[in-house]
């Protein structure tokens, strides 16, 4: 399957489908780009357990998406072991539908894919405002560095809603790919995004009360990948506007849809 160009990148995993962030969802996205053939980025949000680890979960606190309540930094990667992120979302949960994940085990989990000739990628939000700050974009540094995927041609781009981040992940991976992530598009001003960012990531329904401002930033030399991009009409009006990268928590429907889109076309 192809998809002309464009780049799908599947949000939390295949969060419309598994829970999301969950060991299950996010080796469902890759079983899916393995079974089609399909480039695929997937995107997680990191930040620190109690005792040190970066684990992969949207929120800093547990109460929408476990049994549990609270903070998630309070607690070792232990206690977030005993959590259960899986039956909000299914009845009866599997092992992997109920298990948080581990930065460590997705990176470890592309590079196994991408050792089998699964053309997967990783788009990694570090997440803030957090209790440890820039802390985050060291501990990314390393475990990229263990990976050797602190290059250019390195599968991982380093995405962000803070631009004080995108100032230090330019510090520590001065060569990855970075995206400046907006919920406001006046956060973009005029297209001038930070220093040696090309890639604006905004929400898709800010995108449609000015679908003018897509155009505008693509003159302004810059790629536009909007989140989240989840119905075959969202696809359809973002590819109608110029933009290149689709966040969905369904890769299964973008790709599908992109591929009907320019077989049309």
């Not at 930040?47 to 476990?66: E, G, K, Q, V, Y």
């Not at 997967?120 to 802390?135: Q, S």
């Amino acid at each position: 399957m192809t998809t002309n160009g464009q780049e799908i990148f599947a949000h939390r995993g295949f969060s419309g489908r598994y829970p999301e962030s969950t060991l299950a969802s996010y080796r469902a996205a890759i079983a899916y780009a393995e079974e089609h053939d399909l480039e695929l980025g997937l995107e997680c949000d990191v930040h620190f357990s109690a005792d040190d680890h970066l684990i992969c979960l949207h929120d800093l606190d547990l109460d929408r998406t476990s049994d549990a309540t609270g903070p998630a930094y309070a607690k070792t990667l232990e206690e977030l072991r005993a959590v259960d992120f899986g039956s909000w979302f299914t009845a009866d949960p599997t092992p992997d539908e109920k298990s948080v994940t581990t930065l460590v085990e997705l990176l470890d989990m592309i590079a196994e894919a991408r050792a089998r000739g699964v053309r997967i990628t990783l788009n990694l939000e570090t997440k803030h405002p957090n209790p440890r700050g820039t802390e985050i974009e060291d501990r990314v540094a390393e475990l990229l560095a263990g990976h050797g995927w602190t290059g250019a041609d390195s599968p991982i781009r380093l995405i962000t809603f803070f631009p004080e981040a995108l100032v230090k992940m330019r510090e520590v991976l001065p060569e990855l790919r970075r995206t400046f992530l907006i919920s406001e598009l006046s956060s973009a001003g005029d297209g001038a995004l930070p220093d040696g960012v090309r890639i604006v990531g905004p929400d898709l329904e800010r995108v449609r009360r000015d679908p003018d401002w897509v155009g505008r930033m693509i003159e302004a030399g810059n790629q536009v990948h909007v989140w989240t991009v989840n119905t075959p009409e969202d696809v359809r009006f973002c590819l109608d506007l110029g933009v290149t990268g689709f966040t969905t928590d369904f890769p299964d429907v973008v790709a599908e849809s992109l591929a009907e889109l320019s077989a049309a076309r």
